[in-house]
T-cell receptor, first 109, second 114 residues
Framework: GQSLEQPSEVTAVEGAIVQINCTYQTSGFYGLSWYQQHDGGAPTFLSYNGLDGLEETGRFSSFLSRSDSYGYLLLQELQMKDSASYFCAVYNQGGKLIFGQGTELSVKP | DAMVIQNPRYQVTQFGKPVTLSCSQTLNHNVMYWYQQKSSQAPKLLFHYYDKDFNNEADTPDNFQSRRPNTSFCFLDIRSPGLGDAAMYLC?????????????FGPGTRLLVL
């Protein structure tokens, strides 16, 4: 089966950088994705890592180390609108997503 | 804009009274998913359709059923809602359901059971 661990909540100030970690245990690994979900809203795709290394998309970057079963999401130049829950998720062999419990990010002025 | 639409956004039902939640998509994706998300928890996959092929998760209660009459529409039927079924229900789509494919989520229907 699959299990994922990420911190339940993180607080940071506007303009700062924050890193949200995710460790996973899977019977087979097919990639790690990150989704953002604002309160009451739909999850939206942020990034996917299938191979080791860093993927950068604007202010957001995602990193994967398959040997450590570890990834992180890095958010730079934090804005108030970045306050949301962030979910890491792994794919199983059937292409289905298994989500972590989510990290609630609070950005303070 | 191509999108995933869920109606209604909020649904109130009574304990034991059947309820149907709707999802439609204009993306023309082959795969449609239904997730249940309880407060401060991860979305949990209930079932998905690959085209007309229905795939149920092993731990999805029999109380939950689904229908997909055509490519665009998918319905979630809860035959006898219990208090524990109060949650956000999310519909999502993907092109082929393959590994690394992005899933596109609708805004969700929040179900309240009285």
């Amino acid at each position: 089966g699959q299990s994922l661990e990420q911190p339940s909540e993180v607080t940071a100030v506007e303009g700062a950088i924050v890193q949200i970690n995710c460790t996973y245990q899977t019977s087979g690994f097919y990639g790690l994705s990150w989704y953002q979900q604002h309160d009451g809203g739909a999850p939206t795709f942020l990034s996917y890592n299938g191979l080791d290394g860093l993927e950068e998309t604007g202010r957001f970057s995602s990193f994967l180390s398959r040997s450590d079963s570890y990834g992180y999401l890095l958010l730079q130049e934090l804005q108030m609108k970045d306050s949301a829950s962030y979910f890491c998720a792994v794919y199983n062999q059937g292409g289905k997503l298994i989500f972590g419990q989510g990290t609630e990010l609070s950005v303070k002025p | 804009d191509a999108m995933v639409i869920q109606n209604p956004r909020y649904q109130v039902t009574q304990f034991g009274k059947p309820v149907t939640l709707s999802c439609s998509q204009t993306l023309n994706h082959n795969v449609m998913y239904w997730y249940q998300q309880k407060s401060s928890q991860a979305p949990k996959l209930l079932f998905h359709y690959y085209d007309k092929d229905f795939n149920n998760e092993a731990d999805t209660p029999d109380n939950f059923q689904s229908r997909r009459p055509n490519t665009s529409f998918c319905f979630l039927d809860i035959r006898s809602p219990g208090l524990g079924d109060a949650a956000m229900y999310l519909c999502a789509t993907s092109v082929r359901g393959g590994i690394a494919e992005t899933q596109y989520f609708g805004p969700g229907t929040r179900l309240l059971v009285l």
